[in-house]
């Protein structure tokens, strides 16, 4: 499976799970825009890209701002010719009580995660001519919660919905449009995790980001044209145990 000359846009590509799905693209051959809105690592990561071999350009960009979104794709187009794949990965989380979580705050995470999901995807399907596909990163927690986590949960839900929303209306266009809920992803310490870490999920491991690279592979692969609106779970299989206190 190549992507060679493939145009990519990853959002949230400075650090986490959506640098390692830009720099595994790259890798495949795709021409990368690195969409961040921290300008050094957002560069690290295009510089990265670059001194490996690949081709990456990194655009300063607030996902929050619907101007940036627009110069966003603008910039890839002029540069690259057009747009293939968006990968929509940014996003932020606050753990705050819903006693505490301020309008302000609950505003900051629903713009971040899910109103950019639907700017991005929107902007991008203009410079699609000839179709293309998005993924956007959801969430296990957008079907399960643990405690102070109603910001994130509702944005993480209203993805996977405007996920198959899209999907429908883009059918037309050509334009797939899929999610990934990912579990537990370690993006820093993974060699200081537990066995009980790894041993509590059926898989036997905690999740790695390049796990999640691979599934936008398949979910973005011209070849699987036929799959789109969906939301695919990657979790180890964690979703799926049943757990009881003993």
Known sequence: MDFIDKVVVVTGAGNGIGKTVAIEYAKKGAKVAIAEI???AGQQTADQINQNGGEAIFIQTDVRLPKDIEDLFWKVSREFGGVDIVINNAGVSRWKSPLELTVEEWDDIINTNLRSV????????????KGGSVVNLASTRALMSEPNSEG??????????LTHALAVS???KRIRVNAI????????????LSHADHAQHPAQRVGKPEDIARACFYLTNPENDFVTGQNLVIDGGMTVKMIYEE
């Open 38 to 40: 921290h300008q050094e």
């Open 118 to 129: 639907f700017l991005c995807t929107r902007e991008a399907a203009k410079y699609m001519e």
């Open 152 to 161: 994130y949960a509702a944005t993480k839900g209203g993805i996977v919905a």
């Open 170 to 172: 883009l059918g037309e």
């Open 181 to 192: 809920s990912p579990g537990w992803i370690e993006t820093r310490n993974y060699e200081q």
